[in-house]
């Protein structure tokens, strides 16, 4: 056993007994006797660590990183100087860690910048902190109530304990193409009364539904933000209606190293450990019921905003180092909110891989989405690089070797990657092309069954040597309309958001089934609900990883809106009832899914060869002109599996298909049919009822079908 | 209310009975009572909640190591934990491993 010998204080401030500290790593961190701060600034030349009461507004003391203090033993004045490079590190004993909050003041040469105006850097020592290696943040304890405006700190450094009771628990490392991933929002997803839980709208709350993930299948949830956010970022009261706009997503990050603590039951009890605590026991729990958890994380900006922003950390610790910046001093915008992470500055680029490694290996997170990803290919002035640094450092990290690494690969400032996003072999893709041609298909448009056909099999045309798992392929997403939205309205109806319906995307490639909005006429609610399972068909039936948005398996609906990012009302809740209303959409989605993991076929980690074969309505023969295809997956190529044959009819009038011909013992057993009356458009795996013909297949207009060989 | 900790073994049932708030400058407290209670090999440990109003994530992690320190076989009851003591034990997960009981008879 190893004793240290460096655990006594060599100075003291204002009765606080400290020594010089340790420069890695980066944050507050528990050392034998006290906690070692670590913060890095190049430009800063003066720095002070500043120490609050838990919710105080006047600091307890605060401690400089250089200047006169005390000798630890006696009244002599001692000078010193706790900084190595550009790193200010200080150990302080003896800290009641629960109680404290933390924070920094720094100033360097640079005239003063006011509000408004460009500056290189954005010092004001007037102004407390936050740290960005923060791993607890006080200050908006519990979600929606009310900041005060007036708290001269209100993002607060929270110190936080890193043994955790894991119990065993590893990441589950389930290969990406077996993954069938479910996009939520945390609070969204119990907040609603109808959930029934008895911790809504929290972490706890999504661990008291995992019984429901478990029964509708999915083995992978998708978290929209849970770093810490301010969900009062730009808030503001609707003009017409009242209501508080909020920033409720949380696109928006205040710290990278934190989980949300409005997220979690024990948020209310202001202490960081137990927030970290209460997502580590959901994470544990998930990964014990066969189910990952992929973070879905904000690189490309931060929640300062531009120059008339607020200073919460970066800014006001190293604006040049973590923003992208013109020569004049103001925020370059790819992110279309406001300012952008200068993430391949070296510095910032080490900051995003501590940040994952972080996640990886302390709360056993499986993945990470990175939200607008192409904006990490941008270098410090916004050209797109080539071999983006950071992105080839998360490829091959090795802390991060088995972690799912997805990217939406495209940003707000136009650069558009999907299919060329540098991958080095480890990167998936959001397949945005995905979406949107299953989305024309779905509404009939003509002449694109090519591209549908690539969309189908894994698009090899974009993702070829890749693997299947490259393409995460979703119809619907938080961002634009849920899916039964998607069958009932044609434009965006965004008015509930306070910006005259010029926010959202008109891209929507949606079709109402015949009337805008809601309606009783019995045709279009049986069309609505044919459509949603067409899409739930295809999706799940395509190669590579589907994503499910939460609720659609229920019909969740937003009214039309497809940009409800500032919503903290039941448009956003998922209602449970609906469970209740659209059962024949939940069985559907649940069997599909069960499908999906029965078959090997449909599961294909590469792209399919010889096992796939195109028809029509005649089989062998596909017509790639109409609005009709078919295709035949031959399991026995290899899998141990059975035949699927999979008919996609989005012309609105019945048709016959001829089926292709089965090994002369085997049988067409029909798993699921659209167009099939209610109660029998779909089996249970392992039941499906065989086909009386076995030589043609009659399919109603706007239906897939979906048939076994065995 | 400050804390306090206070033990008493009876053949294999060891007791503590827990009183103030258990945080992390009071958990070294409980701590060495647990080791004290291992000494003597109980096979079930009974703490008595009723009067505990406050635990910290430091406390959580006292009955976690009472966990490791006593050995999977023996049995953890936490009888009458206040309403927000039993929240933070059913949120945390602790509740699969500790029974938790309104009160204790021998």
Known sequence: ?710 | MAFSATLSTEEDTAKITLSGELDAASAPAFRSEIEKAAQSQPKRLVLFLQDLEFMASAGLRVLIFAKQKMGADVELYAVAPQEGIRETLVKTGFDKSLIIVDNYAE
């Open chain 1, 1 to 710: 056993m190893v004793t240290r010998i460096d655990v006594y204080p060599t100075h003291r401030f204002a009765g606080y007994p400290l020594r010089m500290g340790q420069a890695f790593p980066f944050g507050a961190t528990f050392v034998p006797g006290g906690i070692n701060f670590s913060i890095f600034s190049k430009a800063a030349n003066y720095c002070v660590l500043v120490l609050y009461e838990r919710g105080s507004q006047t600091p307890l003391v605060e401690i400089p990183f250089r200047g006169l203090f005390q000798k630890a033993e006696s009244e002599e004045l001692v000078w010193g100087e706790f900084r190595i490079g550009n790193v200010f590190c200080m150990t302080v004993f003896d800290l009641p860690y629960e109680e404290i909050e933390y924070g920094f003041r720094m100033d360097g040469n640079y005239p003063r910048v006011n509000r408004g105006q460009p500056g290189i850097h954005r010092f004001n020592p007037d102004q407390v902190l936050l740290d960005p290696y923060a791993k607890g943040i006080g200050g908006r304890d519990r979600w929606g109530m009310t900041p005060n405006w007036e708290n001269p700190f209100p993002h607060r450094g929270r110190i936080v304990r890193d043994d955790f009771d894991w119990e065993g628990d590893r990441p589950l490392e389930i290969p990406l193409e077996d993954l069938v991933i479910y996009e939520m929002h945390v609070r969204s997803f119990t907040q609603h009364p109808s959930s029934g839980c008895k911790f809504p709208g929290t972490f706890a709350g999504i661990r008291e539904k995992i019984p429901y993930l478990k029964d509708l299948g999915i083995n992978c949830i998708e978290l929209m933000p849970i770093y810490e956010f301010d969900e009062f970022e730009n808030s503001r009261y609707h003009p017409d209606t009242g209501e508080l706009l909020m920033n409720y997503w949380g696109y928006s990050t205040v710290g990278f190293f934190a989980p949300k603590a409005g997220f979690a039951f024990t948020g209310q009890f202001c202490d960081g450990t137990q927030v970290a605590d209460e997502f580590k026991n959901l994470i544990k729990d998930l990964h014990s019921h066969g189910i990952e958890v992929i973070l879905d994380v904000v690189f490309n900006h931060t929640a300062e905003g531009n120059e008339y922003g607020p200073t919460i950390s970066y800014r006001g610790i190293d604006n040049q180092t973590y923003y992208m910046l013109t020569p004049e001093g103001y925020y370059f915008n790819f992110s279309g909110c406001g300012n952008t992470l200068n993430c391949n500055n070296p510095v910032v680029r080490s900051m995003v891989l501590d940040c994952l490694r972080y996640w990886a290996a302390e709360y056993h997170v499986d993945g990470f989405r990175f939200d607008l990803a192409a904006i990490l290919s941008r270098d410090p002035w916004g050209h797109p690089l080539p071999n983006p640094p950071l992105l080839e450092s998360l490829a091959f990290d090795p802390i991060l070797g088995k972690c799912k690494l997805i990217a939406e690969a495209w940003d707000a400032g136009g650069l558009y990657q999907v299919g060329r996003f540098a991958a080095y072999g480890r990167w998936a893709e959001w397949n945005g092309k995905y979406r949107d041609t299953m989305r024309k298909f779905l509404k009939g448009e003509q002449g694109i069954l090519g591209e549908v056909s690539q969309r189908l099999q894994g698009s090899p045309d974009l993702y070829y040597g890749r693997g299947t798992g490259a393409s995460i392929n979703f119809i619907t997403c938080h961002d634009g309309f849920t899916l039964m939205d998607l069958v009932s309205y044609n434009s965006k109806h965004n008015e509930a958001n306070g910006e005259d319906n010029r926010d959202g995307g008109d891209d929507n490639h949606s079709w109402n089934c015949g009337w805008e909005g809601e309606t009783t006429d019995p045709e279009i609610l049986a069309l609505r609900r044919r459509q949603i399972k067409n899409a739930l068909a295809m999706l799940l039936v395509s190669q590579g990883v589907p994503m499910l948005l939460m609720g659609d398996e229920m019909g969740r609906t937003q009214q039309g809106n497809n940009n409800a990012y500032c919503h903290d009302t039941p448009l956003n809740w998922l209602d449970w009832a609906l469970l209740d209303r659209y059962p024949d959409i939940y069985r559907f989605a649940r069997s599909c899914i069960a499908f999906r993991h029965a078959h090997p076929v449909l599961r294909m980690p590469y792209h399919p060869g010889s096992e796939l074969s195109w028809h029509g309505t005649q089989a062998w023969n596909a017509d790639w002109h109409g609005r009709v295809i078919a295709f035949m997956l031959n399991g026995r190529q290899g899998h141990a599996d059975d035949f699927i044959y999979v008919s996609l009819n989005m012309y609105w009038q019945t048709l016959p298909f001829e089926l292709p011909r089965l090994p002369p013992d085997q049988q067409w057993r029909v798993f699921a049919n659209t167009g099939a009356p209610l109660g029998e458009e779909i089996w249970d795996p392992g039941q499906e009822p065989i086909l009386e013909d076995q030589l043609t297949f009659l399919m109603q207009g706007r239906s897939v079908a979906i048939l076994v060989g065995r």
